[in-house]
C-alpha cells in the first residue's frame, strides 16, 4: 500500500462519518473534504497521528461564482464559502488538502491556532480579506486592511468601482483617519506608582513604520522592561497591493508579470510557484531545456537574494564594508539574469510550458566563470563576518527557536534548517530539473541568528555548484510548449523553496480566461509572524539582529 493510500485509510478509519470523500490525487498530493464539525478533530490527528507537522497554507475561497462552466466531476457545486487548509509531513514527504464548506451567511470556522499556531495570521488574513470568523481565535482583527476598512475585498460580490479621490469642497471640513494601528498591550494605569514602589521601569516603544531596521514599511509595537522585550505585536499592511484579488481580474497570462512582485528579491520563484500550479490543472510539463534553465535562474536569484541579506546584515551590525563586497559579485548575478531574462529585478521568464528566452553559449561561459570567481569571493566574506567578535557577540545565542517551535510556527528556509530539520522543497517535493542534480541541504543546530547565517553561507556555495551541474548537463532542445489559449477547470497547489522558505501558490480555475482564485503563501509572511516568539526575553538592541536573521521582504508579506 502506498504512503498516500497508507494515510486516506487510517483517516477514514478514525472519521468515516465525518468524511465527504477522500482523493489520491497524484504523488504526495491528498484532498480530503470533510464536514466542518470534525474539522479541529482531523488536523489535530493528522498533526499528532500521522506526522503532519508543517502547516502550509490557509485559503478562504468565496465559490459562489462557480455554478457556471464548471466540471462536476471536477469541483463541487455549491453556492457557499470553503475554507482550503494545506499541511505537509516532513517524514512523509505528502501534502494533504482538506476542504472544509461554511455557510455564506454569517461564514465561520473553528480555528486551529491550537493545533498550529502558524494558523494565527493566516487565519486573521481569511477573517480580513473574506470575512470569515474563527471561534477560539485568541486576536481575530484585521491584518492587511486597515481597521476602518469596510467590507472584505476577496468577495465576488465586492464591489470593485473604479478608485475615487476624493476632493472636499472649500467649506468642507476635511477629516483625516490617522495612527489606526495601535498597540494592542493592555495599558498599565498604575505605572507611574509601580516604577516608584517596584523600580520597574515598563514602557510601550513602537518601531516603524519607517525604520531602517524594519527593511521597509512595518510597525513593530514593542513592551520594554527597561532594555528587556517583554511582548511584541507585529502590524503589516502598509504596502498590500491585492495582488489575489488583482489576479481574478487579469488573464492567465496577464498575470505573470504581476506574480513575480510579492517579494522584488525573489521574482524567479514567485512567478514559478504560480506558472507550476498552473501546469498541475492542465497536467503539462516543460520541455526538459526549459527545466534546467528554470533551475539555473532560481539559483542566480537565489545568489542574488542572499547576498542583499548579507549585505544588509552588515549595514544592521555595523559593518559597512560588508555591504561593498557583497554588492559587487551581486551585480555579477544580476548581470546574468539580465543577459537570460532581459531585466534585473522583475523577471518575468516563465511561462506555461517552458521558459520565455533561451541561453546561448554566450550565456553558459559567462556564467561558468562567474561561478568559479564567485566562490573564491565568498571566503572573503566568511573572513569578514566570521572574522568579526563584534558579529559573533551580536548573533551567537540571540534570537535562538527550537525545531518543535520553528514546526510549530511554519517556519522555512533557513530558519527551519538552522535548527537542525533537514527540510527542503527541492528535495522533498522536487520541481524542475532539480530530481537530475546532486547537491546537499546545509542544516545547523543552534536555531540562533549566527547559525541562520552560516546555513545561508552554505547555501550560497552550494547554488553556485548547482549551476554549474546544470550548465555542464543543459540538454538541447526547445524551451517553450505549445500550449495555445488556455482556460484551466481544476485546482492544484505548487510548493517552491525560495531564498527566505516555502513559497506556495493555490490555483483555482473556472474553464474561463481568468483565474478564479488565487491564494499565495509567502516565506516571509510566516517567518515574520515568528518574531515575537524569537524576541521575547532579549535586548532591544538584539531586536535589529534577529529581524536580519529573518531576512524579511515587505512585498511578500504584505502582497
Not at 487510517?10 to 470534525?38: C, H, P, Q, S, W
Not at 514599511?217 to 497591493?241: A, C, F, M, S
Not at 488583482?246 to 498575470?255: G, K, M, S, V
Not at 527550537?402 to 527541492?426: E, H, Q, S, Y
Amino acid at each position: 500500500m502506498s504512503v498516500n493510500s497508507e494515510i486516506i485509510q487510517a483517516v477514514k478509519d478514525e472519521f468515516g462519518e465525518g468524511m465527504v470523500y477522500a482523493v489520491d490525487r497524484k504523488e504526495r498530493r491528498i484532498v480530503l473534504t470533510v464536514k466542518r464539525n470534525i474539522l479541529k478533530k482531523l488536523c489535530k490527528f493528522l498533526k499528532e497521528k500521522l506526522e503532519f507537522d508543517h502547516l502550509t497554507s490557509i485559503a478562504a475561497v468565496d465559490r459562489s461564482g462557480l455554478v457556471n462552466g464548471m466540471i462536476e466531476s471536477r469541483l463541487l457545486y455549491y453556492d457557499d464559502y470553503e475554507m482550503v487548509y494545506h499541511t505537509w509531513s516532513h517524514s512523509k514527504k505528502t501534502l494533504v488538502e482538506i476542504k472544509v464548506a461554511v455557510p455564506k451567511k454569517n461564514p465561520s470556522a473553528p480555528s486551529i491556532t491550537d493545533v498550529w499556531s502558524t494558523a494565527n495570521w493566516q487565519e486573521r488574513e481569511a477573517f480580513d480579506l473574506m470575512g470569515v470568523k474563527f471561534s477560539g481565535h485568541p486576536d481575530l482583527r484585521r491584518i492587511l486592511m486597515p481597521e476602518w476598512w469596510k467590507g472584505h475585498p476577496l468577495r465576488k460580490d465586492y464591489e470593485m468601482s473604479p478608485g475615487k479621490w476624493f476632493l472636499s469642497d472649500e467649506d468642507e471640513k476635511e477629516e483625516y483617519v490617522l495612527d489606526n494601528q495601535k498597540p494592542v498591550f493592555p495599558l498599565d494605569q498604575k505605572l507611574a506608582e509601580n516604577v516608584k514602589t517596584e523600580q520597574i521601569s515598563e514602557m510601550i516603544l513602537r518601531i516603524g513604520p519607517v525604520h531602517p531596521g524594519n527593511h521597509g514599511p512595518w510597525l513593530i509595537n514593542l513592551k520594554l522592561d527597561g532594555e528587556v522585550i517583554v511582548d511584541l505585536d507585529t502590524q503589516i499592511g502598509y504596502q498590500h497591493r491585492g495582488l489575489e484579488k488583482i489576479a481574478e481580474n487579469r488573464t492567465w497570462t496577464q498575470y505573470l508579470p504581476l506574480s513575480d512582485r510579492y517579494c522584488w528579491l525573489t521574482a524567479l520563484s514567485n512567478n514559478l510557484s504560480y506558472v507550476l500550479a498552473v501546469e498541475d490543472i492542465l497536467d503539462v510539463e516543460a520541455p526538459a531545456r526549459a527545466q534546467y534553465l528554470r533551475t539555473i535562474m532560481l539559483e542566480l536569484n537565489r545568489l542574488a537574494s542572499h547576498l542583499l541579506w548579507l549585505a544588509a546584515m552588515g549595514i544592521d551590525l555595523g559593518n559597512l564594508s560588508g555591504f561593498f563586497y557583497t554588492f559587487r559579485e551581486r551585480e555579477w548575478m544580476l548581470d546574468l539574469l539580465e543577459m537570460a531574462a532581459g531585466n534585473r529585478l522583475n523577471y518575468n521568464y516563465g511561462r506555461f510550458g517552458g521558459v520565455t528566452f533561451d541561453v546561448d553559449d554566450k550565456f553558459v561561459k559567462k556564467a561558468k566563470t562567474t561561478m568559479k570567481i564567485f566562490r573564491a569571493r565568498l571566503q572573503e566574506y566568511i573572513d569578514l563576518y566570521d572574522g568579526s567578535s563584534i558579529f559573533h557577540a551580536r548573533t551567537k545565542g540571540v534570537g535562538t527557536i527550537t525545531a518543535k517551535a520553528a514546526k510549530d510556527l511554519g517556519v522555512t528556509g533557513p530558519l527551519l534548517r538552522c535548527t537542525g530539520v533537514k527540510a527542503d522543497a527541492r528535495k522533498d517535493d522536487p520541481y524542475a530539473a532539480y530530481p537530475e542534480l546532486d547537491f546537499k541541504i546545509p542544516t545547523r543546530k543552534n536555531g540562533d541568528v549566527y547559525a541562520s547565517y552560516e546555513v545561508r553561507m552554505d547555501e550560497m556555495q552550494i547554488s553556485s555548484e548547482i549551476i554549474d551541474q546544470a550548465l555542464d548537463n543543459l540538454p538541447k532542445g526547445p524551451v517553450q510548449s505549445n500550449l495555445g489559449r488556455i482556460e484551466p477547470v481544476g485546482e492544484a497547489i505548487s510548493r517552491i523553496e525560495e531564498p527566505r522558505g516555502e513559497i506556495a501558490t493555490y490555483v483555482i480555475g473556472d474553464g474561463n480566461d481568468k483565474p478564479y482564485r488565487v491564494r499565495v503563501r509567502c516565506a516571509e509572511y510566516i517567518n515574520v509572524s515568528a518574531l515575537g516568539h524569537m524576541s521575547r526575553g532579549y535586548k532591544i538592541a538584539d531586536l535589529i539582529a534577529i529581524i536580519g536573521g529573518i531576512d524579511p521582504c515587505l512585498g511578500g508579506m504584505d502582497r
